[in-house]
């Protein structure tokens, strides 16, 4: 159509775009969207709940109201089951931490040395954790407290998550929106409030960095979004904000300093370099890399590290592009032709440069998931149960306009890094659920709009003069995409009735299986703590089986302050937790030599092993036990990384070998390997074991972890003395024995044959026994003449 150059037409256009229409928001071809569960028509923003304007700003206020109390609440099934607890094993250590920086002060908190973790090392608590999540916590105590609302800190730990799954609702909503529309960002919001690949690190309980990290990050990707299509400085630098909270609670903070000079890059090979990208990332990479290095923990690495490197590249990328452009305008072709040939020569000579040193140095692959296998969040990841909608909606996405460039490229930075490691699930979260919400909203928009209204599309704006005399400067105008030839001239048909109910409630159905399926998957799954482990009956009564808090609190009890506690490092922070005594090896894992050591002393013979605990100053051992009601995340299952871990650094005195039959087996009956049975772990473990027959069907000393009966039956502990099992058996602690003041003498005493007392005959029948020791009259012997 013609644009009229009518200043009141003109006028009601814009009104209509402010109005959002009947659909929620300006798509990226520039018209007015129909989202899903959003009516109304035309209108301004003047006219309150009488205008369609009103009614969806307040129905979207309602839907995101909503999704927050469902992610709120499903969140809470651990709380709801069991108690207000902290789970896992970091929580604990975070947890001890927030209640250190709210009694002491974020200066002591900073300068905190912890002489209760890594004995005799100890630690340096300040320097070496990102504090955003302590410092987010402690802010709202001490705000909560300053409005005479008492609330423990631990309350404020536990429901943390929960609270700020609302707030990543929100930011994942403004997101969506940005990219697409209102309607596709509410659908959005209420996937990402229940998706169990975002629950299952954030469920109440769950203090730890993740749980806050998300919003941050999705947060920082709105406000990148905002400050690259409007230019302003002002949203650059809330993005550098937001990316400095990303940065002091997360180290996926690395995510977007990637990312970011990805999209960028992207961006000039599409060439669609504008002001206001330069802008933008220049403001973004000075401002966010100045506040990056004030967290402690991080300092200098985005200047020495390989994880910024590219970004650094890509701001001289962009310096030099932007320098080109400049010349381009005042040299001669012939001049800017030869400048560019001698700028590129230039710039590929300083790279092979580059690349050489740090391949000599050693310091070119840039890991950010370069950890071993050895724990669960590190195997490689199963998508279907945490994303259930990324299956049937792959179809959908690859029909999406290219313009928008942010979210493909999200897409396949998230879904690659995700693969690596089942952990980074977390960041593939966010995305899948706005990649599904985008195609919800488009089959809604299509299967429930007017054909009317779509065969009479509404006025352009006329500022798409400004675009056909700029034809190369596609990404200037926020939210508006031009459309091909092809796709403005198409006739689009109508549906009928039936099709479009057919539709609208497969996809409702579909919609409706995948809320059945997260509240399962977070019911069952995601909602038991470890602290506290529980089974069932036969007749679906629930047993509760505390004995990790059992234990714990009989360490605080009978334990001297100052006791030393030898354990693998999965239990150090909840024994400086909850048990509140010293660890030698914690879940920090800094130190490799350390825990060698201690992998060593449990693999040894005991005699071997107490030389290392004397060493160490170790008081009480513990470890975990699950043989009896069949637990499988005991120490035994978790033998071979302590043998393998102990081999690195003391390959002469362990080796994984010895431990197996000569088969290749790693068997605790009979046929196991002598050391093994011999091992100080075997011994704590099974030690009084085989004096147990569990149940009529099985011999005394049954594993049930393992179905086999142990080989090992007759254990006695020389060195170490039994002070506390729990109730059952699932963590032992063992005394370690002082030394002797004078050792015992290696000869054996002389064998005297005690001499037989004399019984007449005349007497033996009347006498029955006869006095011990009994004083002996010695008659004096008569003197002689001749002596004197």
Known sequence: EPISNNPQQKHSVSAQEKGLGAGGSVSGNGRPNTAAGCGGGGGGLSGGLTQPAGWQSLLSFTILFLAWLAGFSSRLFAVIRFESIIHEFDPWFNYRSTHHLSTNGFYEFLNWFDERAWYPLGRIVGGTVYPGLMVTAGLIHYLLNLLNVTVHIRDVCVFLAPI?????????????????????????????????????????????????????????????????????????????????????????YVFIINLIPLHVFVLLLMQRYSRRLYIAYSTFYIVGLVLSMQIPFV????????????????????????????????????????????GVS???????????????????????????????????????????????????????????????????????????MVRLMLTLTPVVCMLSAIAFSSVFEHYLGDDMKRENPPAEDSSDEDDKRNSGNLYDKAGKVRKHVSEQDRPEEGLGPNIKSIVTMLMLMLLMMFAVHCTWVTSNAYSSPSVVLASYNHDGSRNILDDFREAYYWLRQNTDEHARVM??????????????????????TWNNSHIALVGKAMSSNESAAYEIMKSLDVDYVLIIFGGVIGYSGDDINKFLWMVRIAEGEHPKDIRESDYFTPQGEFRVDKAGSPTLLNCLMYKMSYYRFGEMQLDF?????????????????????????????????????????????????????RNVAAKQKYTSKKTAKRKRGYVKNKLVLKKGKKLNKKSV
């Open 164 to 252: 700020f799954s609302g707030l990543t609702a929100i930011s994942t909503f403004l997101l969506t929106r940005e990219l697409w529309n209102q309607g596709a960002g509410l659908l959005a919001a209420c996937f990402i409030a229940i998706v169990p690949g975002y629950i299952s690190r954030s469920v109440a309980g769950s203090f730890d960095n993740e749980g806050i990290a998300i919003f941050a990050l999705q947060f920082t990707y709105y406000l990148w979004v905002k400050s690259v299509k409007t230019g302003s400085v002002f949203w650059t630098i809330g993005c550098c904000l937001s990316y400095f909270y990303m940065v002091s609670a997360w180290g996926g």
């Open 299 to 342: 300092g200098f690495q985005p200047i020495r590290t390989s994880e910024h490197m590219a970004a650094a590249g890509v701001f001289a990328l962009l310096q030099a592009y932007a320098f080109l452009q400049y010349l381009k305008d005042r040299l001669t072709k012939q001049e800017f032709q030869t400048l560019f040939f001698l």
């Open 346 to 420: 230039l710039a590929a000579g300083v790279v092979f440069l580059t690349v050489i040193y740090l391949t000599y140095t050693g310091e070119t692959a840039a890991t950010m998931a370069t950890q071993h296998h050895s724990l669960a969040q590190h195997m490689p990841s199963l998508y279907f149960s945490p994303l259930p909608l990324i299956n049937p909606i792959k179809p959908v996405i690859l029909n999406l306009d290219t313009e928008r460039l942010f979210d493909p490229v999200l897409s396949a930075f998230a879904v690659y890094f995700a693969g690596v």
């Open 567 to 588: 354990s693998w490092w999965d239990y150090g922070y909840q024994i400086a937790g909850m048990a509140n005594r010293t660890t030698l090896v914690d879940n920090n």
């Open 697 to 749: 069907r099985t011999p005394p000393g049954f594993d049930r972890t393992r179905n086999a009966e142990i080989g090992n039956k007759d254990i006695r502990l020389k060195h170490l003395e039994e002070a506390f099992t729990s109730e059952h058996w699932l963590v032992r602690i063992y005394r370690v024995k002082k030394q002797e003041n004078r050792q015992a003498l290696d000869h054996k005493l």
